[in-house]
């Protein structure tokens, strides 16, 4: 699950015009609309890390499916493997410490969503 934001009329809104946050950020950085097929990746997997340096844009379908594995050939060519493992357990602990708090995140922004999208459908924006 992604942010996402209320955006109606936005080229990649969904039918209750919500888009993903990080789209939008892509498109400020570029200063253009993403093309069909342009992906936006987050370089540590976080979802909810939008920010601007986490953000690998635009990479095409077929780089975005390659990057897990360059990304392992990187971690065992330069000798790192055993410092990966240390860090995916540690990772793993972390996330099982913040899924609630990532829940609740998740619901907030789900409500402040809803707000935005009823406040403008009570304006009269289009979906």
Do not use: C
């Not at 946050?21 to 936006?40: D, S, T």
């Not at 000798?79 to 602990?93: K, S, T």
């Amino acid at each position: 699950m992604y942010k996402r934001v209320y955006q109606p009329g936005h080229h990649r809104a969904d039918v209750t015009g919500m888009v993903s946050e990080h789209v939008l950020i892509a498109e400020r950085l570029l200063g253009r609309p993403l093309q069909k097929g342009e992906i936006v990746h987050h370089k540590d997997f976080d979802k909810f890390n939008n920010s601007d340096d986490n953000l690998l844009v635009p990479i095409s379908r077929q780089e975005h499916q390659q990057l897990p594995e360059y990304q392992a050939r990187f971690i065992i060519d330069q000798g790192l493997y055993a410092e990966f493992l240390v860090w995916w357990i540690n990772a793993q602990q972390l996330d099982e410490e913040n899924k609630k708090l990532r829940e609740l995140e998740k619901k907030l922004m789900h409500n402040q969503n809803e707000q935005r999208r009823l406040q403008g459908k009570l304006k009269g924006e289009p979906k």
